[in-house]
């Protein structure tokens, strides 16, 4: 293929077990091919899929299985091999983020109000911060979504479907601090957030409990003290069930994915 070669991995929630697919893009065309191996095993329900920032390693969420398939990544083809065994979390584990220094992933679950985390050590085995859990509210019973900001020092979840939290990170240890404020309200039903590349903005799509269409917020982040607020005329009407959303690395475009309408929304 002609141009620099770039990988693209997505996570496949059919069949038991489930897959994660490997795929060649070419930086040039944008023409995918199948790497050779791909799709990869992973565990049941694999709901969400994150390298880290060297592109050394690869993580699988799986939900129903309740644990985390772990890969190191082949640097020339893009090809995985899976590690020795998965990383048990919980049952309903369904978002997880890396920190952007590689050292730390963070999950959380459908089924509980838990943030764990976890150190990443050379080989990419994750190991249980002695924090973990934390309890992101007790009047949740779930958490749908995950984010760290580009600095590193706040993440980002979503709990109970209609609020996000904000938690200060220690870009050390890993380790987490108390809320940043109170939680803010977001439409029912967000299941994905996301943020700028600069650091600015934090991107939520939910489906608002809507069968005919969904919303995206945005919302300006205050850089000092991670507080969030709403940015007044940024909730339109999207495509239907809105379930992720990413921002172009220049900031200026974001596009969710919708699945009860498939479509995709610049």
Same mark, same amino acid.
């Given at each position: ?32 091919t199948s790497i050779s191996g791909s799709p990869y095993n992973t565990?049941?329900?694999s709901a969400a899929v994150q390298a880290d920032p060297a592109g ?73 911060? %002695? ?29 109970? %479907? ?19 404020? %109170? ?39 205050? %850089? ?32 969710t994915a919708n699945t009860a309408d498939a479509t995709l929304w610049?």
């Open positions: 293929m002609s141009g620099v070669v770039n990988f693209v991995y997505t996570a496949n929630a059919a069949r038991t077990p489930s897959t994660v697919s490997a795929l060649a893009s070419d930086a040039t065309t944008g023409k995918l565990g049941s329900a050394k390693f690869l993580y699988v969420a799986n939900r129903v299985s309740g644990d985390i398939s772990g890969f190191t990544i082949t640097a020339t083809t893009g090809a995985l091999t899976p590690m020795a065994a998965p990383f048990s979390v919980e049952l309903g584990v369904d978002a997880i983020a890396i920190d952007p220094t590689g050292k730390f992933l963070y999950a959380v679950s459908a089924q509980s109000n838990n943030l764990r985390s976890f150190s990443i050590d050379n080989a990419g085995a994750l190991t249980n911060l %002695s924090s973990s859990p934390l309890t992101i509210d007790p009047a949740a019973s779930s958490s749908t979504a995950i984010a760290i900001d580009p600095s590193g020092n706040y993440l980002f979840t979503v709990a109970g %479907s209609n609020s996000i939290y904000s938690f200060p990170r220690d870009t050390t240890t890993g380790a987490l601090g108390t809320g940043s404020g %109170s939680p803010v309200p977001v439409d029912f039903g967000t299941f994905a957030i996301t943020t700028d590349p600069a650091g600015k903005f934090v991107i939520a799509v939910s489906n608002a409990g809507s069968a005919v269409f969904g919303t995206i917020s945005v919302y300006s982040l205050d %850089s000092t003290a991670g507080k969030l607020t709403l940015v007044a005329g940024s909730q339109p009407h999207i495509g239907v069930d809105p379930s992720s959303v990413v921002v172009d690395p220049s900031g200026k475009y974001v596009y610049p």
